[in-house]
């Protein structure tokens, strides 16, 4: 009787160990998946911003705001100005488009 319940002890041992060595085969074989910003940025000048920009920049909308740096931004097919701005300790960066409309 001892053989008996041993042997079925050992089975059920042998046949749960089987069963959680092929879950961790298959957790092995997924792929993980990784996706990179795709925004190309370059810096400029803030003489080199196009008109239509530095026109927006002086408007009353962006009074007391004083351009820091600029960037050229390039996102897949969009394209775009980031200028990175100051106003006494507040800090904040805006976004236009070549005629100097915002973007969101």
Known sequence: MKKLILSAAFLAFAGFSAVQASEVNTIK???????????????????????????ALKSDTYKGWTATEAFTVKEGTKEYYLVNVKKEAETGSLKFDKDGKPVQ
């Open 29 to 55: 074989n997924a792929a993980i998946v990784a996706v990179q910003d795709s925004a190309v940025k370059t810096p400029i000048k803030l003489e080199e911003l196009p008109e239509p920009i530095t026109t």
